[in-house]
């Protein structure tokens, strides 16, 4: 397997699930959203579109405040795996994504199926581990375990912000290295 940097063209950041009323279930749910914030917020300065989806979004609400501005799409969908919904093709670019990074809620559910159903389509993933949450501790683990088993690069929020920059020359670095002091 050739190992290549998560760069800022090509990628997409797909946010699963940020949800009002799963959020205050997951464990350390506001440093996970904090770290969504920094992804999409890196995103917005480097021309990488952001997608969302909301699970049953009359049961589980709209995506939470902190994220809401951030998607150019949202797919509303019941199915666990949001590659399962019929229309997922509408949250990816025109021109298609090399790269799907990957933040969101529940790890070891909509999360790890939405990852998994990506790469049976051949997508490359980028699991950001510290920006994916699960009520348990243990089935956050699980899940990316399982997640890099099913071929998932599993990184966290720094790794992706300083890749999409490459260099320290880039014109927005301070800006993005903002978001992380």
């Known amino acids: ?99 799907i990074v990957v933040a969101g809620c529940e790890a070891h559910v909509c999360v790890l199926q939405t990852v998994i159903g990506l790469r049976e389509r051949g997508h490359r993933v980028v699991l950001v581990a510290d920006a994916v949450g699960s009520r348990t501790p243990a089935n956050h683990r699980a899940a990316l375990v399982r997640a890099r088993e099913h071929g998932a690069e599993v990184v966290t929020t720094e790794m992706v912000l300083f890749e999409w920059l490459a260099n320290s020359h880039h014109p927005r670095f301070r800006d993005v290295q903002k978001l992380i002091k």
């Open 1 to 99: 397997m050739t190992l290549v940097l998560v760069d800022a063209p090509g990628s997409l950041l797909l946010l699963v699930d940020f949800q009002k009323r799963l959020m205050p279930a997951i464990a350390d749910g506001p440093a996970v959203v904090a770290n969504a914030v920094r992804l999409a917020e890196a995103a917005g300065m480097l021309d990488v579109p952001v997608a969302a989806t909301e699970q049953n979004p009359d049961g589980l609400g709209p995506t939470v405040d902190e994220l809401a501005a951030y998607p150019q799409m949202v797919l509303m969908k019941t199915a666990f795996g949001a590659t399962s919904e019929p229309g997922f093709e509408t949250v990816l670019p025109p021109s298609g994504a090399e790269r």
